[in-house]
């Protein structure tokens, strides 16, 4: 029995150690926390804090200019060399964002956006361009319809004209998702800490749109965010 007993004892040990190990390796994100620079392909890497460094990257671009991250995402798509050496060709649009100087930059409505404000509830400003095809342009022609039994003069003619907005928005950064920043979103976070959730509920429609940012921090302040350390 007591041969058995200390079988499993060092069987199990190892695990045990390397567990504690694993735990010890994370640190509680603070301001002075910074990412490692470089391109991150998606959510999973932002988590455990593992960048492509600039090095990796495929480019003629000065990996010392200060706008390198932009010019190199203004490409439709980045080559890079991965972990083992295997070039990669990765399509911008699919990349989830970068680090540069530590600080993350998340790809939203194609152009890369500074998190201003980190947390397991972080919050960011994106500018982002919509285009509406019902929007009427007095200068739009097509001569394909304008003598076609097709034309209706009473149509209006649709145009490519875009509105760029300043919108803000919520990134969780348990799952990944990016939601818009309003009431609805922030109650939805907020479940994961029912207290919070229920205080939160209990206001009224207008006393819950001046408190978001301060439920916010406090959800934040009793959910730490975690990162893997060097």
């Known amino acids: 029995m007591r041969k058995t007993l200390f079988f499993i004892f ?20 603070s301001p002075d926390f910074e990412f490692r620079d470089g391109l991150f392909a998606n959510f999973e890497t932002v988590k455990e804090n593992n ?9 003629d671009e000065d990996m010392f200019d200060r706008e390198f991250y932009e010019k190199i995402t203004t490409l ?44 397991s509830i972080s919050h960011f400003v994106a500018t982002v361009t919509t285009y509406n095809p019902n929007n009427y342009d007095p200068y739009y022609y097509n001569p ?14 649709q145009s490519n004209v875009g509105n760029t907005d300043l919108r803000q928005y919520l990134l969780d950064f348990e799952s990944g998702d990016v939601m818009e920043y309003d009431t609805e979103s922030v109650e939805v976070l907020l479940m994961e800490d029912p207290e919070l959730a229920d205080e ?9 749109k001046q408190m978001k940012f301060v439920f916010i921090r406090r959800f934040n302040e009793k959910h730490p965010l975690y990162f893997p350390g060097d």
């Open 76 to 119: 439709k798509e980045i080559v890079i060399y991965d972990e083992n050496g295997v070039k990669k060709v990765l399509k911008t649009e699919d990349i989830w964002g970068y680090s540069r100087n530590g600080i993350l930059y998340i790809n939203v409505g194609l152009a890369f956006h500074r998190i201003s404000f980190m947390g």
């Open 144 to 157: 394909y319809y304008s003598n076609s039994y097709y034309y209706n003069r009473y149509s209006q003619p």
């Open 10 to 29: 060092l069987t199990l040990c190892p695990l045990i150690l390397a567990q504690e190990d694993e735990e010890r390796a994370l640190v509680e994100y």
């Open 200 to 208: 939160f509920h209990a206001l009224r429609s207008r006393k819950q």
């Open 51 to 59: 960048a492509i460094p600039p090095a990796r990257i495929v480019t």
